[in-house]
Nanobody, 115 residues
Framework: QVQLVESGGGLVQPGGSLKLSCAAS????????MAWYRQVPGKQRELVAT???????DYVDAVKGRFTISRDNANNTVYLQMNSLKPEDTADYSC?????????WGQGTQVTVSS
């Protein structure tokens, strides 16, 4: 059974930092391209950051220079380091795994940026 379990969300003040984790099981993690998405109620899910199986990364313009995606293949985990957080970063963040168009999603973790 494939599972992607996110953790690390919470409430943070503007300008603060959070590090999200997504632990994967049931897949050959090193083969999968991984991604972080976010969604605000009433809006479409937004792709935030991606990291390929060979470590190439990409980001949506809104988070470039503030967020960093990384992966630990030994521990089947992908991370999202979020710095200089803004209120507009508030969303439910979920991770996704993709290999040859076979994809899986996690349940998400809430990030709220507010003073």
């Amino acid at each position: 059974q494939v599972q992607l379990v996110e953790s690390g969300g919470g409430l943070v003040q503007p300008g603060g930092s959070l590090k999200l984790s997504c632990a994967a099981s049931g897949i050959v993690f090193r083969l999968y391209d991984m991604a972080w998405y976010r969604q605000v109620p009433g809006k479409q899910r937004e792709l935030v950051a991606t990291i390929t199986s060979d470590g190439r990364t990409d980001y949506v313009d809104a988070v470039k220079g503030r967020f960093t995606i990384s992966r630990d293949n030994a521990n089947n985990t992908v991370y999202l380091q979020m710095n200089s957080l803004k209120p507009e970063d508030t969303a439910d963040y979920s991770c996704g795994a993709d290999f040859l168009s076979q994809g899986y999603w996690g349940q998400g973790t809430q990030v709220t940026v507010s003073s």
